[in-house]
């Protein structure tokens, strides 16, 4: 009896293990995709799209300031996913996502463009950030860090296939096509969702009565949208990744810019790049660790520091062989901020209404996405290189380490007050 107990423990870790890393597999696709055609493949359309319609380049890239949309709704999806569960926002968000693509081929006129835009960045935060959140929280309570890390590789992983998967559809095909493909690929991921994402972590979970969303939300341990708003720590986090998210938007679009116009030769650049992206993905893995070891704030202050030092190098020193050391390194570094945000919050206001707490947070990061494109600009219009703004956000960064100083979480205060 008790031999066959313990094999059937066994059994059910396996395949909770299995059932874990299936789940967010599946995020790892949806960021991928979602991040790698309105990040880095968006740029493959414009010429085809001025052509075609005879648009402007800056009618053309204003669809992309659609992208505080995403800020806007997180609020509004985070308390949906709390409410009701990743499973149905990632399914809703990645469907949504998929026709706001394959309807671009029927566009004739400039505001279709917007308007599919728009529900293309209204979904967004439903694609990555929220559900990646709350499903590796409750998947893997004990190695989160690592979980989150490759979930976030997703990020880095669309940013090098899907470029190349649009390049190829808009030389074999129209630039028509490579948005029906891909949208195609976005239904395909939403009935993956649909099939395999669950939250229904252990036997007593799936047991229980309710829904299976009411059920895992009652079991999850964190502080109400109301206490995390009381806390100090709820504002020093919020400012310090509204700081920190300036190297998505100042530093990250113009570094290869900068590079060219310091001498740095175009193939060395593109290598470059490459090189950022790929040691970003081993940033993440490895900051998910140092986060798991010696917490989230930590290994964001680490990030930070490094982005700052890094950066301020390539600044002073844009020529040389020291770059093929320097770049791939920041990026190292630059690659574990987008994980540490998550961990940040979890780490401070825990699973349980994390969504809607994320989503709060989330919309100052709209001030660095404004801002940082106009500080970048007006850097190298009025003083001739991007080098002063990059010396700003390096400025930027060490303010949000100071703030993160001052964080006290409050998750480690109910933890020890219920010890006593």
């Not at 959140?133 to 880095?156: C, D, H, I, Q």
């Not at 590079?259 to 060395?268: H, K």
């Not at 040389?320 to 630059?334: A, E, Q, S, T």
Request: glycine share 10%; aromatic share 12%; no cysteine.
């Amino acid at each position: 009896m008790f031999s066959d107990r313990a094999a059937d423990m066994v059994l059910r870790a396996r395949r909770r293990e299995y059932d874990g890393w299936l789940i967010v597999g599946i995020v790892f696709l949806s960021s991928a995709l979602s991040i790698g055609t309105s990040n880095y493949a968006f740029g493959l359309y414009v010429e085809p799209l001025e052509e075609t319609f005879g648009w402007t380049r800056t009618e053309i890239l204003a669809s992309l300031s659609f992208w505080a949309i995403g800020s806007l709704t997180a609020p509004l999806l985070g308390r949906f996913m709390d409410n009701y569960g990743a499973r149905p926002l990632l399914v809703g968000t990645m469907a949504l996502f998929g026709v706001s693509l394959v309807l671009r081929p029927m566009m004739t006129e400039l505001w279709h463009f917007y308007a599919l835009s728009f529900l293309q960045f209204f979904a967004f935060s439903g694609m990555n950030m929220l559900p990646a959140g709350r499903l590796v929280g409750l998947w893997f309570p004990k190695s989160k860090g690592r979980a989150m890390g490759f979930t976030t590789m997703g990020n880095n992983f669309g940013g090098l296939t899907v470029p190349i998967l649009t390049g190829y559809l808009l030389a074999v095909a129209t630039w028509g096509s490579a948005f029906v493909v891909t949208g195609i690929l976005a239904f395909a991921v939403a009935l993956l969702a649909t099939l395999f994402v669950h939250e229904r972590t252990t036997q007593s979970v799936a047991s229980s009565q309710g829904s299976e969303s009411s059920t895992a939300t009652s079991s999850l341990v964190g502080l109400t949208v109301k206490e995390a708003l009381r806390s100090d720590a709820f504002y020093y986090v919020t400012a310090a990744t509204a700081l920190g998210s300036f190297t998505y938007s100042a530093l990250l679009p113009q570094i290869s810019t900068h590079l060219l116009d310091q001498g740095t030769e175009d193939a060395s650049v593109v290598t470059l790049l490459s090189l950022l992206a790929a040691f970003g993905m081993a940033g993440k893995g490895t900051f998910g660790y140092l986060a798991e070891r010696f917490t989230a704030r930590i290994a964001m202050m680490l990030s930070l520091g490094g982005q700052a030092a890094l950066i301020s190098v390539i600044v002073a020193y844009p020529i040389g062989i020291h770059l093929w050391v320097v770049v791939p390194i920041f990026g190292f570094f630059f690659g574990a901020y987008g994980v540490l945000m998550t961990l940040l919050l979890q780490e401070n206001f825990g699973l349980k209404y994390f969504g809607s707490i994320a989503g709060l947070s989330g919309l100052v990061v709209m001030i660095p996405a404004f801002a940082g494109p106009l500080m970048a600009g007006a850097s190298f219009d009025h003083l001739g290189s991007y080098g002063p703004a990059f010396m700003a956000v390096a400025a930027l960064f060490v303010t949000a380490i100071l703030l993160l100083t001052r964080v006290k979480s409050p998750m480690q205060r109910l933890a020890e007050m219920s010890q006593e």
